[in-house]
């Protein structure tokens, strides 16, 4: 294999995959002179996740194997990396050092559940679950077609998360599956956040779902502890400093996450540890060579797949342009899409960019349930 590439992709997830099939397209030099580096043997579509928790689809529909989704005409290797050096232009993995001349960040975010006090030996039984990790989501279905009453309590955290709004696609169809089989289950929601949705004409529709709903809800509160044998969530109040006690029957942890450490000392990364790149060209602060997208990067936007799929044309585009030593003009406004499930086959669809003003496409007034597929959307919207 090669020591030397003209474009190196750390990652392969949507994002990685899909900059580096546009590259091949658009500039066909570029043949076996692109290389993708990703540990994993399988690639995981993790929006379906909070639909396996709930019942809509099953874990077998959300993966592909890698060597299939990779596209032809580059190279793959299945090692970790462990360090950046941007000033050499290598990445070193635990097996080789490989040079580049531009490089694509697309390693995504980290799952932080050590954050939460007595999280990690609490995932899997006791009614604790997360539709963050593979091995756990099938485990939430299994505890939701068995509670019959007690509270199902669903908290996400102030950090920024990758499938922005997952843990609201998991509470409205829960509630959905509990009414239709009139189960004397309460359900709650927690949020360390100051509002449901930063778009206002989205959040004032939300906040009518949680009261048409009875959905018991409250923002500023963080979870911080988990008591699985007790069954006992403890959040803590953003604003006052207090602890508030939750029994649940079933609790879905949305863990907080942060940006890549592998590349904390490398000078990528922003003061909140994010890979520090310009919100329109996507080209990195300091390293022009380098460029970075989706949930790794520092784009101020939700992260969600399909504002990957806005990203993808400028950071290729303006790669490209790099390529001939030119300066990037292709400009990405933060446009992205969240489907926001409101129960079975219905949901809000929220467009919008860094303007935080709607942005949408259909005819239709989006902010208010209307039919859809939800589990083919993402796919065919992303991909």
Known sequence: MKRQYKVVILGGGTGGIASANRLLKKDKSLKNDILIIERESHHYFQPKWPLVGSGEMELKETWKAM??????????????????????REVGTDERTVQYDFLIIALGLELDYN?????????????????????????????????????????????????????????????????????????????????????????????????EKNIDYKLNSELISVDGEGKQAIFRDRLTGEHHEVPFEMLIITPPMHGPSILQDTELLNPEGWVDVDPYTLMHNKYTTVFSLGDASSLPTVKMGAAVK???????????????????????????????ATGYGELIMAEFGY?????????????????????TFDTKNVM
């Not at 209307?370 to 589990?375: D, E, K, R, V, Y």
Request: charged share 25%.
């Open 115 to 211: 954050a939460i006090k007595g999280a990690p030996e609490s995932l899997g039984k006791n009614g604790v679950c997360t539709n963050y990790l593979y091995d756990y989501v099938e485990y939430t279905f299994e505890c939701l077609q068995k509670v019959e009453e007690g509270k199902i309590v669903i908290s996400k955290p102030v950090s920024e998360i990758k499938g922005g709004v997952s843990a609201e696609n998991s509470l409205f169809t829960m509630n959905d599956y509990i009414r239709r089989r009139n189960r004397n289950v309460e359900l709650v929601f927690r949020s360390g956040r100051k509002e449901l949705f930063p778009v206002a004409k989205y959040n004032d529709n939300l906040i009518g779902q949680f009261n």
């Open 67 to 88: 060597e299939d989704v990779i596209p032809k005409g580059m190279d793959w290797i299945q090692e970790n990396v462990e360090q950046v050096d941007p000033i050499k």
């Open 355 to 375: 303007d935080l003003l709607p942005k949408e496409t259909t005819f239709l007034d989006q902010s208010v349930d209307f039919i859809m597929n939800l589990a």
């Open 310 to 340: 806005e990203q993808v044309p400028i950071l290729v585009d303006n790669l490209l342009q790099r390529m001939q030593d030119e300066a990037p003009s292709h400009y990405y406004d933060g446009k992205t899409a969240c489907p926001i």
